[in-house]
């Protein structure tokens, strides 16, 4: 079983930045898919940012060009660097993994855009 832990969020002005880090408990070389979800309240959760072991990586609309995505395999973490925030990307995001079929979630980290 993966155990995924987020950190990095918090508040931030409209047009800042944050870089959200989650650390997984294996070998992200065993995991298929790694990436970001985000819900934010009455809304379901939707993707935001996934990075395949194979293949290119994968962003909502939304967040192309504004945020980006990278895997460190060496130190089993995936980070979701996020600028030019707006209040609409005010949310619990949240980390994902699938190893082989099977999904993992992390616990997710509050990110609040506001003046």
């Known amino acids: 079983q993966v155990r995924l832990v987020e950190s990095g969020g918090g508040l931030v002005q409209p047009g800042g930045s944050l870089r959200l880090s989650c650390a997984a408990s294996?070998?992200?070389?065993?995991?298929?898919?790694i990436g970001w979800y985000r819900q934010a309240p009455g809304n379901q959760r939707e993707l935001v940012a996934s990075?395949?072991?194979?293949?290119?990586?994968n962003y909502a609309d939304s967040v192309k060009g504004r945020f980006i995505i990278s895997r460190d395999n060496a130190e089993n973490t995936v980070v979701l660097q996020m600028d030019s925030l707006q209040p609409e990307d005010t949310a619990v995001y949240y980390c994902?993994?699938?190893?082989?079929?099977?999904?993992?979630w992390g616990q997710g980290t509050q990110v609040t855009v506001s003046s």
């Open positions: 994902y993994a699938n190893q082989r079929g099977n999904e993992y």
């Open positions: 294996e070998s992200l070389f065993g995991i298929n898919i």
């Open positions: 990075h395949p072991r194979y293949g290119s990586r």
